[in-house]
């Protein structure tokens, strides 16, 4: 069994809720590929399809089974409850939720420790993510949990992401150090229900999806150093 920084696959891990308001925003993408990374590392992870489309769930069930990665279904904003039922054994629980403001976003925010909001690199996506840190943050009552963004389907030393890069951090919207680039194989491997970190498990996308899933694993542990 798996000892990762602060995380322990016999323990019962963090909450990792991946959430934005905007459609198509790579949450599915994201919380896929960080499920299966921990999976890979033995870390035991439980993944949360909280989305009535069920994308997770549909990609679990294609040929490679996103690595045999446990998966628990529940688009319900009762996920908090059965997140908090199930999550133990497993070293983290990754929650995917739907793109559009519900209920069930609200009840995947309120148990989750750190959250990840995937953001394109485009003026309106940020402006959207914007939108989404206030009304999700201000619907989880009494208590904010720690947010980051994500930039996802980026092309590496754009213009357009080193902006979108500065005009965040100038916002104080704190952002992750990796992005998630725009890269084919993500969809190559989602074709089979697989993610890059098992398709080819040295390539870049696995590099890149192993870079967040280390800041996740910081923030992370850092959290517990300052609740413990
Ligand atoms: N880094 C990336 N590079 C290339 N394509 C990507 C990347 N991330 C996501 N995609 C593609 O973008 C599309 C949307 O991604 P995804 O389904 O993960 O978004 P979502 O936020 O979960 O959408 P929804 O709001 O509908 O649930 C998919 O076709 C996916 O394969
Ligand atoms: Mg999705």
Same mark, same amino acid.
């Given at each position: 069994?798996?000892? @990762?920084? !602060?995380?322990?696959? =016999? ?50 069930? =294609? ?19 059965? @997140?908090?039922?199930?999550? #133990? ?49 201000? !619907? ?20 357009? +992401? ?6 965040? #951090?100038?916002? !104080? ?15 190559? #491997? ?16 696995? =590099?890149? @999806? ?7 694993? #910081? ?5 517990? +150093?300052?609740?413990?």
């Amino acid at each position: 069994m798996a000892r @990762i920084g !602060g995380l322990d696959a =016999r323990m019962t891990g963090p909450v990792v809720t991946v959430a934005s308001l905007k459609g198509g925003s790579g949450k599915t993408t994201l919380a896929c590929c960080l499920a299966v990374h921990w999976q890979l590392k033995g870390l035991r992870p439980l993944l949360v399809d909280a989305d009535p489309q069920r994308s997770a769930t549909r990609l679990a069930e =294609r040929e490679a089974a996103l690595g045999g990665v446990a998966l628990l279904e529940e688009a319900d904003p009762g996920v908090w409850q059965a @997140i908090k039922a199930r999550r #133990a054994g497993h070293g983290i629980t990754i929650v995917d939720t739907p793109g559009f403001d519900s209920e069930i976003t609200v009840a995947a925010l309120a148990v989750a420790d750190l959250v990840l909001i995937p953001v394109k690199a485009s003026p309106l996506d940020v402006d959207r993510m914007m939108d989404t840190v206030k009304t999700l943050m201000s !619907g989880v009552k009494g208590w904010a949990p720690t947010f980051r963004c994500v930039l996802t389907q980026t092309t590496p030393g754009s213009v357009i +992401a080193r902006h979108v890069r500065a005009d965040l #951090a100038e916002s !104080g919207f704190p952002l992750l150090a990796a992005d998630m680039t725009n890269r084919v194989a993500y969809a190559e #491997a989602a074709l089979y229900g697989a993610t890059p970190s098992l398709t080819a498990a040295e390539g870049p996308a696995a =590099r890149e @999806i192993a870079a967040i899933a280390d800041e996740a694993e #910081a923030l992370l542990s850092t959290k517990k +150093a300052l609740t413990a």
